[in-house]
């Protein structure tokens, strides 16, 4: 089984940006998305990228945060700009099984998850 290790996490200031890479252990042609939880809230995802490079972005991030992966498919990005305190959580990035053509964060098929990353930003 494929496995995924975050970082690139540390504490910011508001207006600043982070980039969060995530590293599969080998090639991985899935469906892959990032999601965060903040304390006491649940955690939600904010965007997914498939095999073809689609992306989807949930509404609070849209704009200024941007999924990528490199050419060789180890690694997936999350760029941060523009960063708010209400973007403070820790970051997990996570991968379907196999497969991908339809992928949203929402979807229910992510199985491979990452130990996660914490992002902090301070007013």
């Known amino acids: 089984q494929v496995q995924l290790v975050e970082s690139g996490g540390g504490s910011e200031q508001a207006g600043g940006s982070l980039r969060l890479s995530c590293k599969a252990s080998d090639y991985i042609n899935r469906c892959m998305a990032w999601f965060r939880q903040a304390p006491g809230k649940q955690r939600e995802g904010i965007a997914s990228?498939?095999?073809?490079?689609?992306?989807t972005y949930e509404e609070s991030v849209k704009g200024r945060f941007t999924i990528s992966q490199d050419s060789s498919k180890i690694t997936t990005y999350l760029q941060m700009n523009s960063l708010k305190p209400e973007d403070s959580g820790m970051y997990y990035c996570a991968a379907y099984s196999a497969g991908g053509g339809y992928c949203n964060y929402n979807s229910p098929y992510f199985t491979v998850w990452g130990q996660g990353t914490q992002v902090t930003v301070s007013s």
């Open positions: 990228i498939n095999p073809y490079g689609n992306i």
